[in-house]
């Protein structure tokens, strides 16, 4: 294990520059993270009931901080996410560095543990970085955390880059690297194993919230944020199922039947790796569940505190700054998906690129591949953001029937699923650039 920490840290310092923008991104991908449970930390280790001039009373009562908690620590799922798109492309565009490493006697799991490794550092000087901007920030509010949540924050910034190392180790599993020089995935042979690793955690919470109801039978003794809680998370384990099911199944059909060049060759992609599309759009539809029931739930509440009289103004600025920051964490959890999308679909580029060139030099147009790239998008997550789009209005349905019988729900929320799936089309967009520059015949005297 020392020999390959050494290994990775040589090979991080040589990074030449058409690597550093990887190193750069995975580095950002670290200082959120560590940022966002820097930011969970502080405001964890305020204790009792206290005036914070901030946030309007929100931060004030130990119950409404247990939940700003939890939201900053649901920010690093895309953030993980994220990193694992960087760990994957970085792994495949050094191919001949990881080559080298296996005509030098290195197995494939040692190939995948330096370049884990190598994301490890990138991460550990993202986290360093948030820890001296948090700490300016702190220093210039003039508050001053205990000295056990200074030993919390050194615990995280050393955490980052352990969990950033596993995830990319987890993101490169299936990579596997021959003397030669030819990277490439291993596919699995269905998505059995995707479907259980999607629905064990959701039947767990299921058997958990059906035991809480067991134990308190008064009316509505189940807590609501749990039923929530638990629909997201089927809702989203069934729409990441779907766009893997889905990508299979159009890439058989259309394979058969496509008479457009671009749809042929985006249905044998699907073919191919149908489950790609699962790993890449896991984060996004999950936050377009959430982003679906928040609109909804905004909705209701804004209306029955308005409809509703008592509240004086303090009263309404506390939950409307609680509404506001809710939705400012779901609009980050989108931005940030967002970008793992955009980066998985360079690293499908990256990975395809002595295809994509030969394809070229057959005589396949570049506007031909480019709506093949979209298309790779735009099929499977078209039915996976309805399912999700379903299951968020639920969500809302069920709020709306709670907090205002006999009211109509809103319709606004069935536009988020429509404006995520522009938004993940003008993500895979970004990658144009890079396919106009990978599919040329000159990457061809690499093969």
Not at 125 to 138: E, H, K
């Amino acid at each position: 294990m020392k020999a390959d920490v050494h290994i990775a840290w040589i090979l991080t310092r040589g990074s030449d520059r058409r690597e550093w923008w990887r190193i750069s991104l995975t580095a950002l991908g670290a200082l959120l993270a560590t940022g966002f449970a820097l930011a969970a930390v502080t405001v964890a280790a305020v204790s009792g009931q206290v005036s914070i001039p901030y946030g309007h009373g929100l931060l004030n009562q130990p119950g409404e901080r247990a939940g700003v908690v939890l939201t900053l620590l649901l920010l690093l799922v895309p953030v993980l996410g994220f990193l694992g798109q960087c760990a994957r492309i970085g792994a495949v565009h050094r191919d001949r560095r990881m080559a080298g490493l296996r005509l030098a006697g290195a197995s494939p799991a040692q190939v995948r543990r330096i370049s884990a490794l190598e994301s490890a550092f990138a991460c550990l000087a993202g986290s360093a970085g948030a820890l001296a901007v948090f700490a300016a920030v702190l220093a210039g509010a003039g508050h001053m955390p205990p000295p056990a949540a200074w030993v919390a924050f050194m615990l995280v910034v050393l955490a980052v880059p352990v969990v950033a190392a596993l995830v990319s180790a987890l993101a490169l599993r299936r990579v596997v690297a021959s003397p030669l020089g030819w990277v490439r995935r291993v596919r699995p042979d269905s998505g059995r194993r995707t479907l259980l690793a999607l629905l064990v955690p959701t039947a767990l919470i299921a058997v958990a919230l059906l035991v809480l109801a067991d134990r308190n039978n008064r009316p509505g003794g189940v807590p609501v944020p749990f039923m929530v809680f638990a629909v997201v998370l089927l809702t989203g384990a069934g729409a990441v199922w779907l766009a893997g099911a889905t990508a299979s199944f159009m890439g058989r059909r259309l394979t058969l039947r496509a008479k457009s060049p671009a749809v042929l060759i985006a249905a044998g992609r699907l073919k191919d790796d149908p489950w790609a599309a699962a790993r890449t759009h896991a984060a996004l539809l999950l936050v377009t569940v959430v982003g679906v029931g928040f609109v909804g739930v905004r909705q209701v509440l804004l209306d029955e505190l308005h409809r509703r009289s008592g509240y004086t103004a303090e009263d309404l600025d506390f939950y409307t700054t609680g509404i506001d920051l809710a939705g400012t964490a779901v609009l980050v959890a989108l931005v940030i998906s967002l970008f793992g999308l955009a980066v998985g679909t360079a690293e499908s580029i990256a990975t395809r690129r002595r295809g994509l060139a030969a394809q070229t030099a057959a005589g396949v147009p570049r506007v031909v591949l480019a709506r093949t790239l979209l298309l790779e998008t735009a099929l499977p997550m078209a039915p996976a953001v309805l399912v999700a789009g379903i299951g968020g209005m639920a969500v809302h349905i069920a709020y709306a029937t709670l907090v205002a019988p006999g009211s109509v729900p809103s319709m606004l929320p069935l536009l988020v699923p429509v404006l995520v799936y522009a938004a993940c089309l003008l993500a895979a967009a970004t990658s144009l650039p890079l396919l106009r520059r990978t599919a040329h015949p000159a990457e061809l005297r690499f093969a």
